[in-house]
Nanobody, 119 residues
Framework: QVQLVESGGGLVQAGGSLRLSCAASGNILKIYAMYWYRQAPEKQRELVAH???????SYADSVKGRFAISRNNALNTVYLQMNSLKPEDTAVYYC?????????????WGQGTQVTVSS
């Protein structure tokens, strides 16, 4: 079994910054792609950022130039640096990873961390 645990959420004023972390643990042989998603109240979950196992990255248009995803493969951890935050960034942020275990590859989700940006 694999667990993903997010941290770093909180309340911040517009224009501020937060850094989210997501640490994976358990029966991990390799982690392939890692993602950050978010879900605002009464909205669908949306992909925010992605990083491949090789370190390539991609972003939703709404966060390009403000957010940066990175990973530390030795620590099985992915980060999301969020700068110039806007009230519309308010959401629960979820970590997602494709993980190779002894039972085969599978997709795992964290429990989510709340980010609230006040105007």
């Amino acid at each position: 079994q694999v667990q993903l645990v997010e941290s770093g959420g909180g309340l911040v004023q517009a224009g501020g910054s937060l850094r989210l972390s997501c640490a994976a643990s358990g029966n991990i042989l390799k982690i392939y792609a890692m993602y950050w998603y978010r879900q605002a109240p009464e909205k669908q979950r949306e992909l925010v950022a992605h990083t491949s196992s090789a370190g390539s990255t991609s972003y939703a248009d709404s966060v390009k130039g403000r957010f940066a995803i990175s990973r530390n493969n030795a620590l099985n951890t992915v980060y999301l640096q969020m700068n110039s935050l806007k009230p519309e960034d308010t959401a629960v942020y979820y970590c997602n990873a494709v993980v190779q275990t002894s039972g085969g590859p599978n997709n795992y989700w964290g429990q989510g961390t709340q980010v609230t940006v006040s105007s």
